[in-house]
C-alpha cells in the first residue's frame, strides 16, 4: 500500500456543494491537507514544468489512520436459516467453472468459523471437490475427493453429511467429460462426534467468511443450493436445474437481477444477499447453447457469476475531512494536496458551473470515463531508466505495476487471465495524478490521459481563454441541457471511453448549433456501460474488433450494468466519424511525426485557420513523442460517416515503423473494409466541417497534437492554429 493516498466520494461538485476525501495513512504523524490548482501536471524539465497554484480552498490537519483494502468478490447472503432447519443432515452444492483450480483451496459455499469450528465450508482446489465441516473445539474435519478438476469446464459439485451414519460425502462430475483424464468421482468420510453446523459466521457464496474473508474462489459458479438432509445425485441434478425438492433450505438463481448487485434466493425462506466488488455477471452458464447472445433474452442461460481474487468495487474507507465549494469558485482543476514528512499525493477534483449556468463560453470536456477505464493500468514497462527519469523529474513517484493494491485498470487481465471489465473511481488511482508518467518517451514527456490532458489547459489558461470543465460523469447525468449554455465544447487528448448518455450529450450539442472541438486521437471509440444504483462503477466489454487488451468471450458481449452491445461503437453503427469528422485509423509506438498542409486548406471556408500561419509543415516538435502526430491516429472517412462538405486541412506523413492500420479496418493481409492500401490507412486528418444550425466541428485526429502547444513559449503554427479555431468558435 502507498505510505499516504486517498480518494474523493465524487469527481466533481458545483459551487455551494461539497466533496469527501477517504484517506490512508502509514504515518503516525498527523498530516496536513491544502488545495491547489493544477495547471500544469507534466514534470519534463524541457517544457513548462509542473504548475500547481495554492488556492485558499480548504486546509486542515488530520491524524493519520491506515484504512484496509480487501481485493476479492463473493456474495454476502444477509440472514440466516429458520432455526431448525440446519441443525442436522445437509447437502450443499453448486454448478462451478473454476479457472485456477491449482492455486489451493477456493470456496464455493460457506458458513465455516475456523476459529471456533463451527458451520461448513463446500470447496475446489487442488484436490478437487472438499467439504470442511466444524467439529467444535476449534476443530474441522476435512474430505477431499483427491482429483484436480480441469481449468474452464462446468463441475457438478456436492457435499453432504448424514447424521444418522455420521458420514461426510463428496462428489464431483464434470459436465463435458474427457477420456483419459481421471477427474470425476465420489469420497466418503465417516466421522467421530457431532458436527457444530449451524454458525455465527454469515453465508458467503465465493470466499470463506471469517475475521478477513479469504479463499476467494476464481472462475464462474452457477446455482448454488442449500438443503436440510442428503440428497441423492438425481435430486442435486434436478435442483442445480431449478427444481424444487423436499428439505430444500435455499437455492440462488443468479439469473435474475442480472445487472444489478442483488441476488434472488428462489427457496422456501428467501435468503437473499448481494454482490460484493462486482464479481462479473451476465456470464454464460452450464445451459448456454449458443442460439442466443444475449443475456436480456435469455437470462436462464446466464445464471452465472465469474468471480475474482483481485475484484474491487469500493475500497469503503471513511471520510477523513470534506471540503466545501464555495459558492464564488471558478470552474477547474483543483487537487487535494496530502503531505506527512516527505511523502505528498494530490487527488484531483473539479468544480463545475451549477447546470444551465457557466462562467465562460468555453467547456473542457474532461475525459473522466476514460481516465477511470485505465485507472492504475499496470503496463510492465517501469525499468531501471523509467525509474530514474521519475527521480530525476521529480514526477510522481509511484507507479500502478507496482502497487496491486487498489486493483488494476480494464487493460489488465485478473490472475486467471480473463480480462479485466469493471473500473470504479472509490479507490486511489495512481494514474489519474499530476506528474504521472506512462511513458519513458526519449523525444517527450510520456504522458498519457489526465497528466497529459493538461497540456492543453495550461495552454488555455496562457492564452488568456477563460473556460469552465465539465466531466463526462457529468454530461451522462445531466445530458446535453449542461453544455447549451455554451458556444465551445472542446475534449482532451483522448476521450476514447462513452456511454450512449455522453455521446448524445455531444450529438445533439453540436446538432442544436454547437461548436465541438476534438484535440485528439482514438476518441468516440469503445461503447461503456454505468447502473443508476452502482455509483462510480463502469463496465467495459471488448467484443468482436477493435485494437484490444483482451478479448470478451463469446456470448459475453451485452454489457450486464446496461444490458446493451458492448465493443466497439462502431459495431453500435456510430463510428467516431459521425460525430467528429474522423475515426481511429492507425496505432504505434509512442513516437511521433508532423502534419503537412493540404491544397483543401486554401479553401475561403477554412483560410481563416491558417492566419498567421506560413509552414507547410506542422507540429514537427512536441512534449508527446516528438510532434504532433503520434500514437494513435484518426481519418475521415466518408463511408463511416464523415460528412462530404468535411474539409481535411492537414495530414500527418512520414510515420514510423511501428505504425498499423486498426484491426477493425483490415480484412486481410491485403484487403481492408474500404478497399484502401494499408500504408493509405496510417495518417492522422485535420478536419472541418460545419453542423447544423450554426454549429461546426474542428478535429485534429492525434493524441500527442496537445503536447506541441507549448513549444518555443506557447509561440508555434500549431499554437497558433488552434488559437486561431478557439476566437472563431467562442466568438
Not at 476459529?115 to 467439529?135: H, Q, W
Not at 468482436?544 to 468471450?553: K, L, P, S, V
Not at 496505432?587 to 498542409?597: C, P, T, V
Not at 472541418?688 to 502547444?709: D, K, W
Request: hydrophobic residues 35%; proline residues 6%.
Amino acid at each position: 500500500m502507498l505510505p499516504l493516498t486517498g480518494y474523493p466520494d465524487r469527481l466533481s461538485a458545483t459551487p455551494g456543494g461539497r466533496i469527501e476525501f477517504k484517506v490512508s495513512s502509514t504515518f503516525e504523524d498527523d498530516y496536513t491537507m491544502d488545495v491547489v490548482r493544477i495547471r500544469h501536471g507534466d514534470p519534463n524539465p524541457a517544457g513548462p514544468g509542473m504548475k500547481l497554484i495554492d488556492v485558499p480552498m480548504a486546509s486542515g490537519t488530520y491524524p493519520s489512520r491506515l484504512q484496509p483494502v480487501h481485493l476479492g468478490s463473493y456474495v454476502r447472503v444477509e440472514g440466516h436459516p429458520p432455526s431448525g432447519t440446519m441443525g442436522g443432515p445437509f447437502t450443499i452444492g453448486a454448478t462451478v467453472w473454476p479457472t485456477l483450480p491449482a492455486k489451493g483451496v477456493q470456496t464455493v459455499l460457506s458458513t465455516l468459523d475456523a476459529v471456533a469450528g463451527e458451520g461448513f465450508s463446500l470447496d475446489m482446489g487442488p484436490s478437487g471437490v472438499t467439504l470442511r465441516i466444524g467439529m467444535g473445539g476449534g476443530t474441522v474435519e476435512t474430505l477431499s475427493l483427491g482429483k484436480t478438476p480441469r481449468s474452464r469446464y462446468w463441475y457438478r459439485v456436492f457435499g453432504s453429511f448424514d447424521a444418522a451414519t455420521g458420514t461426510l460425502s463428496v462428489s464431483q462430475t464434470p459436465l463435458s467429460p474427457q477420456v483419459m483424464c481421471d477427474d470425476t468421482g465420489s469420497a466418503s468420510l465417516q466421522v467421530s462426534g457431532s458436527p457444530v453446523i449451524t454458525s455465527s459466521k454469515p453465508l458467503l457464496i465465493a470466499a470463506e467468511p471469517g475475521r478477513v474473508v479469504c479463499n476467494h474462489f476464481n472462475g464462474k459458479i452457477e446455482a448454488p443450493f442449500v438443503a436440510s438432509r442428503v440428497l441423492s445425485a438425481d435430486e442435486v441434478v434436478s435442483v442445480l436445474a431449478g427444481t424444487a425438492v423436499d428439505g430444500l433450505v435455499a437455492a440462488w438463481d443468479f439469473g435474475q437481477e442480472i445487472s444489478g448487485q442483488s441476488i434472488v434466493d428462489t427457496g422456501p425462506h428467501g435468503l437473499h444477499g448481494s454482490t460484493v466488488n462486482m464479481p462479473t455477471r451476465a456470464m454464460k452458464g452450464s445451459t448456454w447453447t449458443g442460439e442466443e447472445m444475449s443475456w436480456r433474452h435469455a437470462p436462464d442461460q446466464y445464471a452465472a457469476i465469474h468471480f475474482h481474487e483481485d475484484d474491487l468495487y469500493d475500497c469503503g474507507w471513511e471520510t477523513d475531512f470534506t471540503i466545501e465549494i464555495p459558492a464564488d469558485a471558478k470552474s477547474g482543476l483543483y487537487g487535494a494536496r496530502l503531505r506527512c514528512g516527505e511523502a505528498e499525493d494530490i487527488i484531483p477534483f473539479y468544480v463545475r458551473p451549477k447546470t444551465g449556468t457557466r462562467q465562460a463560453d468555453i467547456c473542457f470536456l474532461a475525459s473522466t470515463f476514460t481516465y477511470q477505464v485505465y485507472g492504475n493500468h499496470a503496463r510492465g514497462n517501469v525499468d531501471h531508466a523509467f525509474r530514474t527519469r521519475m527521480k530525476n523529474w521529480g514526477a510522481y513517484p509511484h507507479n500502478a505495476e507496482d502497487v496491486p493494491d487498489y486493483a488494476h485498470s480494464t487493460y489488465n487481465y485478473h490472475p486467471d487471465n480473463s480480462g479485466v471489465c469493471f473500473s470504479s473511481r472509490l479507490r486511489p488511482l495512481l494514474t489519474m495524478r499530476p506528474g504521472y508518467l506512462t511513458f519513458c518517451d526519449s523525444r517527450g514527456s510520456g504522458l498519457r490521459h489526465f497528466p497529459a490532458d493538461t497540456h492543453l489547459i495550461d495552454w488555455l489558461e496562457e492564452m488568456g481563454h477563460d473556460f469552465d470543465i465539465v466531466t463526462d460523469e457529468d454530461l451522462d447525468d445531466e445530458g446535453v441541457d449542461i453544455l447549451k449554455p455554451y458556444k465551445l465544447v472542446i475534449t482532451g487528448s483522448h476521450p476514447e471511453y462513452h456511454t450512449p448518455g455522453t455521446l448524445d450529450g455531444l450529438q445533439a450539442f453540436v446538432d442544436g448549433g454547437g461548436r465541438f472541438m476534438y484535440m485528439g486521437g482514438n476518441g468516440f471509440y469503445w461503447r461503456v456501460a454505468r447502473h443508476p444504483d452502482i455509483p462510480g462503477m463502469i463496465e467495459i466489454r471488448r467484443a468482436e474488433g477493435g485494437i484490444r487488451a483482451w478479448a470478451a468471450e463469446p456470448g459475453e458481449y451485452f454489457n450486464q450494468l446496461d444490458g446493451g452491445y458492448g465493443g466497439l461503437w462502431r459495431r453500435n453503427d456510430r463510428p467516431p466519424q459521425k460525430l467528429a469528422g474522423v475515426g481511429f485509423s492507425s496505432q504505434g509506438a509512442f513516437e511521433s511525426s508532423y502534419f503537412k498542409r493540404k491544397p483543401g486548406s486554401d479553401n475561403p471556408r477554412v483560410s481563416w485557420i491558417f492566419e498567421g500561419v506560413d509552414d507547410e509543415v506542422l507540429g514537427n516538435f512536441g512534449l508527446s513523442g516528438g510532434g504532433a502526430a503520434g500514437f494513435e491516429l484518426d481519418r475521415a472517412d466518408t463511408r463511416l460517416g464523415t460528412p462530404e462538405h468535411a474539409i481535411v486541412v492537414a495530414s500527418s506523413e512520414n510515420h514510423q515503423e511501428s505504425f498499423i492500420p486498426v484491426l477493425e479496418d483490415q480484412l486481410s493481409q491485403r484487403n481492408t473494409a474500404t478497399g484502401v492500401t494499408h500504408a493509405s490507412l496510417i495518417r492522422a486528418d485535420m478536419t472541418y466541417f460545419e453542423a447544423p444550425n450554426g454549429g461546426a466541428v474542428f478535429s485534429t485526429g492525434s493524441i500527442t497534437f496537445c503536447g506541441s502547444l507549448s513549444h518555443n513559449g506557447y509561440r508555434n503554427n500549431i499554437s497558433k492554429i488552434i488559437d486561431n479555431v478557439v476566437k472563431r468558435f467562442s466568438a
